[in-house]
RNA sequence: GGCGCGGUACCCAAGUGGUAAGGGAGAGGUCUGCAAAACCUUUAUGCGUGAGUUCGAUUCUCACCCGCGCCUCCA
């Protein structure tokens, strides 16, 4: 089924399609390696990685391209602050980065450049421009684009600045601007700054230049798809488009998505605000990654997200009754035969999931269709009407939406120790990581054995012993549930 | 000020010109040694307010109220 997405350049929903008809070309604007990522970054790259499964979930690859943006005012001022060059501060906060990545349950992209790798391509960029007289070069040595050269400036985040006049806004280093719009695409280096000897001078790269360079480098000039966080439309991809399509002539990108920022109990995430939260702050306050993914991707990506407490809490039981159901129909044991109501049901609940997420990713409608299934399929359980040949259409289905959504699969406890790890190495354990490290103080290898002696207790009918034992368990965060079957258990 | 989005049950949330998905939470019940899980029943004659169009509007139009975001640090 063929992905129908929002495309903000032409405010239309509209096919997404490989333009080479074999693999879909996608940017998505990556991070800024100069702190810890928080949630709202997350919102997006979650988002991102569910298009991306979903459009090869449909048979259609992604070549999936991410920068790693490693030099910057931020990096440049942290690193100075801290007495290192740049490519000393700068790599921890990356492995973080794609540690977060990988603990959201995110698929690595299949190529991560770093803009201090490709200066080249950048210079070669500005050049280019320069002889098409869309860059100039300031007094400082700093190279900015002529705004006033790009007649379809403005047209990603509809604004008009032709009105705009040179002395409105502008810093005071920038005085020499033609415009005010006009925007660094080279930026001179001041003394005592990280900077690379070119054809343009002594400098750095602005921010802009180096997504249109990676990504023309990498995709070519025209790319299926480009997406970001929806701030990065202006200027960010405002300017992505004039450098690149002064230079090509050609669309710089055909589709653009923009992911919709998250709000922290009803604000803007902001550390001055105190809603800020990295994963890792989440994480050592023992909330899982697979209720932290589920929650960021329930609402549709085109609407604002309100990342509550509550609404943490309700995901981690959302996420709960889905591997709880998952277990239970591998288990069995179902008596022979098919029940063909509810092959019905579930290959509807199959079918309506990949619909849903075909009409711009509404993963709302998505989750919902699978959890009609599972309703469906444990009252015919009850009643003894779920039988074997029931069992694989069921997992069909869990299974498609584990390969877009991807948390019915539990990494939840690995995820939690590598992030207690890391807070014992940088000295950030809390009171609330104690909570987090006492539940997982219990290997599986330990509980299996509780529980065995807790069944004994019970053959035995020493309801006292078996209890007792429950409760210590429960105390550590491992809930048991009793079964016909045997015993199961999880951490809460 | 300019641009844009949203206001649906206790909370989150989908949705359609024809009579309100799904999740969470609460209450009662079934099952269980007791729990847990699961199931059953239950919680919006109602979709911010007021008009209008229509046979019919939560869904379209207009006005108003409220909330939020973007407007060159920002996912």
Redesign the pocket.
């Known amino acids: 089924m063929t992905l129908q997405l929002f495309n903000t350049l032409s405010t239309q929903v509209e096919a997404l399609t490989p333009a080479d008809g074999k693999a879909v070309t996608l940017y998505a604007?990556g991070?800024?390696v100069y702190d810890y990522g928080h949630i709202?970054?997350f919102?997006?790259f979650v988002h991102v990685d569910l298009l991306r499964r979903f459009l090869e979930q449909q048979g259609v690859p992604v070549k999936h391209v991410m920068n790693i943006t490693d030099v910057d005012d931020?990096i440049i001022r942290n690193a100075a602050a801290q007495g290192v060059s740049i490519a000393d501060y700068t790599p921890r906060y990356e492995k973080a980065f794609l540690d977060d990545l990988r603990a959201l349950g995110c698929l690595s992209p299949v190529i991560m450049p770093h803009a201090t790798e490709n200066i080249p391509e950048m210079v070669a960029l500005i050049q280019k421009l320069e002889q098409r007289g869309l860059a100039y070069r300031t007094e400082d040595g700093s190279w900015y684009f002529r705004i006033n050269g790009d007649p379809e400036y403005g047209k990603l985040s509809?604004k008009d600045l032709s009105g705009?006049t040179a002395g409105?806004?502008v810093d005071v280093d920038e005085y020499e601007k033609d415009s005010?719009?006009d925007?660094a695409m080279w930026k001179a280096a001041k003394p005592g700054e990280h900077a690379w000897d070119t054809a343009l001078g002594h400098g750095r790269p602005g921010?802009h230049i180096e997504c249109s360079a990676m990504a023309m480098k990498f995709l070519g000039e025209t790319l299926d798809l480009h997406a970001?966080?929806?701030?990065?439309?202006?200027?960010?991809h405002e300017n992505e488009i004039a450098q690149s399509e002064s230079a090509t002539g050609k669309p710089f990108a055909r589709h653009w998505m923009h992911?919709?920022?998250?709000?922290v109990e009803?604000?803007?995430?902001s550390k001055s605000d105190g809603n800020f939260f990295t994963l890792r702050d989440l994480l050592l306050r023992g909330y899982k990654a697979s209720a932290i993914r589920f929650l960021l991707l329930?609402?549709?990506y085109r609407?604002?997200?309100?990342f509550?407490f509550?609404?943490l809490?309700?995901s981690h039981?959302?996420v709960d009754?889905l591997r709880?159901?998952r277990q239970?129909i591998e288990h069995g044991p179902w008596p022979a035969g098919e029940n063909a109501e509810l092959a019905a049901q579930s290959r509807e609940a199959a079918n309506a999931f990949t619909a849903a997420l075909a009409n711009d990713l509404?993963t709302?409608?998505a989750?919902?269709a699978i959890?009609?299934l599972?309703?469906h399929a444990?009252?015919a359980?009850?009643h003894g009407k779920l039988q074997q040949a029931n069992v694989q259409p069921i997992l069909h289905a869990l299974t498609l939406f584990d390969q877009v959504f991807n948390v019915i699969e539990d990494h939840d406890t690995e995820i939690a120790r590598e992030a207690l790890a890391w807070a014992e190495h940088e000295g950030k354990l809390t009171k609330e990581s104690a909570n987090l490290q006492a539940s997982l103080e219990l290997s599986d290898a330990d509980i299996d054995k509780l529980i065995a002696e807790r069944t004994q207790a019970?053959k035995s009918r020493n309801?006292a012993r078996?209890?007792a034992i429950?409760n210590d368990l429960a105390a550590k965060g491992i809930?048991?549930?009793?079964?016909k079957d045997g015993v199961r258990w999880k951490r809460k």
């Open positions: 604007c991070p800024t709202g970054n919102r997006t931020k509809k705009n409105a806004r005010a719009s925007f921010w970001g966080g929806e701030d990065l439309m202006f200027p960010h992911v919709r920022f998250l709000l009803g604000r803007k995430m329930s609402v549709p609407h604002q997200l309100n509550t509550d609404g809490a309700e039981s959302a009754r709880t159901f239970r509404n709302a409608e989750r919902a959890f009609d599972v309703r444990n009252t359980a009850d019970k309801f078996a209890d429950r809930l048991l549930e009793d079964s």
